[in-house]
């Protein structure tokens, strides 16, 4: 059962040119979390309401996950990412939630800019690489998923010619 929360935060995006891959030490996503086992947790991202755009790539620079002062060890995938596919919700990352954890802060952190192709006109997105912040209580992630659903139509705007900016408007769900 998926529960929601909103959240709004202004952000600006880079597209990272990272490369994802690897192994993935965590093993795979959605086991439960019984018998005193971390839970293997996915978080993900994924473009809502794209309005006419054709493209729009971002990268993921950085994920961090703590559960109260203490750094989660976190696998990133950092490919960069079309959110204009909106049946997609691309990886971000993963984690190892600890049995004992109440609850979860989670930073996802997008590239600097992105690039826009919306009907004729095309450009950058200026994301500033502000963090995109929120707390989970652990009873939320019941199945091992998190995802975040940006808003695309409300969230791209017009900053400059031929340019947009990256300013979030998003909803959490919980798998």
Not at 24 to 44: C, I, K
Not at 50 to 55: D, E, P, Y
Not at 152 to 170: C, E, M
């Amino acid at each position: 059962m998926a529960k929601s929360l909103f959240g709004a935060m202004a952000v600006a995006v880079l597209v990272g040119a990272c490369s994802g891959g690897g192994v993935n030490p965590f093993g795979s996503s959605g086991s439960t979390g019984q018998s005193g086992q971390a839970l293997n947790t996915e978080v993900r991202i994924k473009g809502l309401d794209a309005q006419g755009f054709s493209l729009a790539y971002f990268g993921v620079r950085d994920l961090e996950v703590a559960s109260g002062a203490k750094a989660l060890p976190v696998e990133v995938e950092a490919p960069p990412i079309d959110l204009s596919d909106t049946s997609q919700a691309w990886l971000a990352g993963r984690f190892a939630l600890p049995a004992a954890a109440k609850s979860v802060t989670v930073t996802l952190t997008l590239g600097e800019y992105g690039a826009f192709v919306r009907g004729p006109d095309a450009g950058e997105v200026d994301v500033q690489g502000k963090p995109l912040t929120f707390t989970v209580p652990v009873s939320f992630i019941e199945n091992g998923k998190v995802v975040v659903d940006l808003d695309l139509g409300r969230s791209l705007i017009a900053s400059r010619p031929g340019a947009l900016a990256l300013v979030p408007q998003y909803k959490l769900h919980f798998f």
